[in-house]
């Protein structure tokens, strides 16, 4: 805060919010200290007079790095457009951090750098939303971060295409409250279903993102109406064979739509997400996607590389 006393965002405010709100994100994905000490020092070394000797002295030599390496990746510049292709930079990127809790400071960074877009001038919307949804974007599902991964994407297509997002933002708020009941009278039969089984669960919705859905739109040539699978249920077990046994009776309670099931728990993806998905035919003609996990698989699904820190737990502070 005293090294950065003066400086202030383009919102107004002192410029410290900002390395704080980026230890915030890293916080609630529970890394560990000494990536929270580097996310609060990441822009020392260059907007402050703060020197390197001072961070690795006072808070170690592994802050200092990890500093360091956000500060370098802040400095890539390319000669030409060739170069700054978005996957030579994706590359460079991964290549030049030695320690992966750098990306993951960085990504923190450019997220709440997306959630406060809106203080940037105007014309600076489109090169940032661009580079986030062509760089950090494919960086953060490389590494498993789901909630990053939907969180920027969103953010990038609010600054890219305000008028699509918006006019596709409304759309699905009003096919949510329309489809509410259908929506309740599923989750109530699975619950149903999965208690005359003995199996004990934890069920909730989920929704498309709109990113996603506008790009599914573009694709495949389709109207929003047209495009069916925009609420899924996601459907935690106690372990790894209650998942094919929830399958079954899922099958048996709804149709399931020929040629979308998948699954990713016998070939998991690269970045380590596992999941059965399969898509019904719920109440009232409407497509559904059910996605079956574990707990641990799930927070491997939503939190990548960053689970390793959250199974740490000889660490006092968590």
Not at 153 to 166: G, I, T
């Amino acid at each position: 805060a005293l090294a950065h006393q003066g400086q202030v965002r383009n919102s107004g405010e002192a410029y410290i919010t900002h390395p704080l709100a980026v230890a915030e994100i890293l916080a609630d994905q529970r890394m560990d200290g000494e990536a929270l000490c580097a996310a609060i020092l990441h822009d020392a070394l260059e907007d402050t007079a703060l020197p390197r000797s001072f961070i690795a002295d006072t808070f170690g030599e592994s802050v200092a790095e990890m500093v360091e390496g956000v500060t370098k990746l802040d400095k890539i510049q390319f000669n030409n457009r060739q170069e700054a292709d978005a996957e030579s930079f994706r590359k460079m990127m991964l290549a030049m951090s030695r320690d992966i809790r750098v990306i993951l400071i960085k990504l923190a960074d450019r997220s709440h750098n997306m959630r406060t877009l809106s203080d940037m001038p105007v014309e600076k919307w489109r090169r940032i939303a661009s580079e986030t949804l062509d760089i950090y974007v494919p960086i953060a599902n490389r590494l498993g971060l789901n909630q990053t991964y939907r969180e920027l994407q969103d953010l990038a297509f609010r600054y890219l295409r305000p008028w699509r997002y918006q006019v596709l933002e409304k759309a699905v708020m009003k096919a949510r409250s329309r489809r509410r009941d259908l929506l309740q009278k599923l989750q109530r039969d699975v619950e149903g279903a999965f208690k005359n089984a003995n199996l004990s669960i934890h069920i909730f919705g989920r929704e498309k993102t709109l990113y996603s859905i506008y790009q599914k739109m573009g694709q495949k040539h389709l109207s929003f109406a047209q495009v069916t699978d925009i609420y899924g249920m996601r459907i935690l077990v106690p372990n790894l064979i209650d998942c094919y046994t929830g399958l079954g009776i899922l099958h048996q309670l709804y149709k399931p739509v020929p040629g979308k099931f998948k699954d990713h728990i016998a070939i998991s993806k690269v970045n380590g997400y596992q999941s059965l998905h399969t898509t019904l035919v719920g109440p009232a003609g409407i497509n559904v996607e059910f996605q079956l996990r574990t707990d641990a698989m799930h927070v491997v699904a939503e939190s990548g590389v960053a689970a390793h820190w959250m199974y740490k737990t000889s660490d006092p502070v968590h």
